[in-house]
């Protein structure tokens, strides 16, 4: 009785061991790399194991097998399609910068990240409009968007030459440009995700923050759109580039930010009075923009990761994205 018993586990372990071993040689794998193989391999392991398991439950344990044996290929499809796609966006991304590269100058910095400050500036969360969406380009003779058509052009020639290899949005290809623009100009890498649609009409005019606005009407317009007084005053800081009289106009620092807290338009010099705008005076007068204002001026490498976290949100916000599959 007993040797009946040690018979036929022996016999159930082998037919298991018989299916494992038949799926193992009948599978064969595409030509790929070592990497994606041996990520294959793991996954196939896995399955195999479970189909094996344990020999007590031999009965169970070969059902199991055939319906995992079934779902190999489907899992391995949907890791292969997956990777694909994280390995397409990362070479669709490092075209994007190359060509980039080629065109932008740390003169041109500036421009290129007004451009994504006004593409993106026009979200509201609660119409749920606006946002990171390429409208921009339908909107350039609007006047608060006067002196955005060159940077345009500049982004245009490399737009072109990326789309002979890879199709790409304009809402993409701003969102890159302005984090080259900050990186060109010695400010933080900042990694931005592709994938975005473009919205085929303007954007509602009247959306973009007024230069006029006090520090209360900033925050408030700021939460509208979803970000924090700390994440305006970190946007702020995009203000050292260009010719609004922050430190170098070519270099991406924390001068902004100390010369805030210095407050030059109080002095009577005739020219101090021309830095900055309105808006940028107005923060210092708050006190929960002033103690963001204090950090960044004392810590170069904060306003850089704040910076890039906000950078990131902000050219997110309002897109809309293609399928990933």
């Known amino acids: 009785m007993t040797a009946n018993v040690v018979d036929s586990s022996l016999l159930c372990s082998a037919a298991s061991f018989a299916t494992a071993t038949t799926i193992r040689r009948t599978f064969k794998f595409p030509a790929e790399s070592r990497a994606t193989l041996a990520c294959r391999r793991k996954i196939f392991t896995a399955f195999a194991s479970a189909a094996i398991g344990d020999d007590s439950n031999c009965a169970s344990n070969g059902r199991r097998g055939i319906i995992t044996a079934a779902t190999i290929p489907i899992f391995l499809k949907l890791h292969e399609c997956l990777e694909g796609y994280r390995a397409n966006a990362a070479e669709d991304s490092f075209l994007l910068k190359e060509e980039l590269r080629k065109l932008l100058s740390k003169g041109k910095a500036a421009g290129v990240l007004r451009l994504v400050f006004h593409d993106a500036g026009t979200f509201e969360m609660d119409e ?9 380009v339908y909107e350039l003779d609007r006047p608060e968007n006067k002196g955005l058509k060159n940077p345009l052009k500049i982004l245009e020639e490399a737009k072109a030459v990326a789309d002979m290899v890879q199709p790409v949005s304009w809402a993409d290809m701003i969102a890159v440009a302005g984090a080259e623009a900050v990186a060109v100009c010695g400010g933080p890498n900042i990694p931005v995700q592709l994938g975005r649609i473009d919205s085929m009409v303007p954007d509602p005019e009247g959306k973009l923050p007024q230069e006029s606005l006090d520090a209360s009407g900033l925050k408030q317009c700021f939460q509208r ?28 620092d924390n001068s902004y930010f100390k010369i805030l807290v210095e407050k030059p338009w109080s002095s009577s010099a005739g020219m101090s009075s021309m830095i900055g705008l309105p808006s940028d005076r107005a923060l210092v007068e ?22 890039k ?17």
């Open 309 to 325: 976290n906000v950078y990131m949100k902000l050219v997110n916000t309002g897109a809309r994205w293609k399928s990933s599959l």
């Open 286 to 307: 708050d006190d929960e923009c002033m103690r963001w204002i204090s950090k960044y001026a004392n810590d170069q490498n904060l306003f850089f990761e704040d910076f």
């Open 128 to 136: 749920n409009a606006g946002g990171m969406n390429g409208s921009i």
């Open 225 to 252: 759109k979803g970000f924090s007084t700390q994440e305006l005053v970190a946007l702020s800081g995009a203000h050292t580039l260009g010719s609004k009289g922050f430190g170098n106009p070519t270099v991406f």
